[in-house]
């Protein structure tokens, strides 16, 4: 069955600098939902879309934004870069939004430098 | 204030010796407690939805329940593959909309 794809899978930028993080649901998944874990840390809610339209927002930075396409899939993009924004970015899918089940794509890595 | 608590942080078990992991909340009007399950450096994998008290769900060595106030996950003759980092989740309530929040997990170590 077809999962979560996320692009990149590892991203090494530096201070200042901005990156863009895609995913893409699983087919007919019209929630998307982004997490930001670090190292030994449980899955921080940055921010999730329904239907192409933020549903709701957790702690995501003021420097990050995110947007979903008519396709669903979505991009997270995160401008002057620090440190502490290295993580695992997750980023999750489901049908409909509210309580349903999540289904977690494989992360992207980023590092900042 | 902790919304999701779960214990132990750590457990280390034999293979065949079940134990029981939990997960704490204290969110009202919940809407659905979920569980995953976290392999090193990969995404959470979906394991079960739990609505309402009483209600239980099993899968395989796995079975979840859920009270009022917390719900457990019981694993029955666990084997090395178990090993692993379990989640619990649930929606806490902010602003009009629901935030998903995860606990801190269990890292599991189950020994041969």
């Known amino acids: 069955a077809a999962g979560v794809i996320q692009s990149p899978r590892h991203l090494i930028k530096e201070k200042r600098e901005t990156a863009t993080l895609k995913c893409y649901p699983i087919?007919?998944?019209?929630?998307v939902y982004w997490y930001q874990q670090g190292p030994g840390q449980d899955p921080q809610f940055l921010i999730s879309?329904?239907?192409?339209?933020?549903?709701d927002k957790g702690s995501i930075p003021d420097r990050f934004s995110a947007q979903q396409f008519s396709d669903y899939h979505s991009e997270l993009n995160m401008s002057s870069l620090e440190l502490g924004d290295s993580a695992l970015y997750f980023c999750?899918?489901?049908?409909?939004?509210?309580?349903?089940?999540?289904?977690f794509g494989p992360g992207t890595r980023l590092t900042v430098l | 204030e902790d919304q999701v608590t779960q214990s132990p942080e750590a457990l280390r078990l034999q293979e065949g010796e079940s134990s029981s992991l939990n997960c704490s909340y204290t969110?009202?009007?919940?809407?659905?407690l979920f569980w995953y399950r976290q392999d090193p450096g990969k995404g959470p994998e979906f394991l079960f939805t739990l609505y309402s008290a009483g209600e239980e769900k099993e899968k395989e060595r796995l079975k979840a329940t859920l009270t009022k106030k917390e719900s457990f996950l019981h694993i029955t003759a666990p084997k090395p593959e178990d090993s692993a980092t379990y989640l619990c989740a649930v929606q806490v309530p902010s602003g009009g909309s629901y935030i998903p929040t995860f606990g801190r997990g269990t890292s599991l170590i189950v020994h041969p």
């Open positions: 879309f329904y239907e192409k339209m933020q549903s």
């Open positions: 969110v009202s009007g919940l809407r659905g």
């Open positions: 087919p007919r998944h019209d929630t």
């Open positions: 999750a899918s489901s049908l409909g939004s509210g309580a349903n089940e999540q289904f």
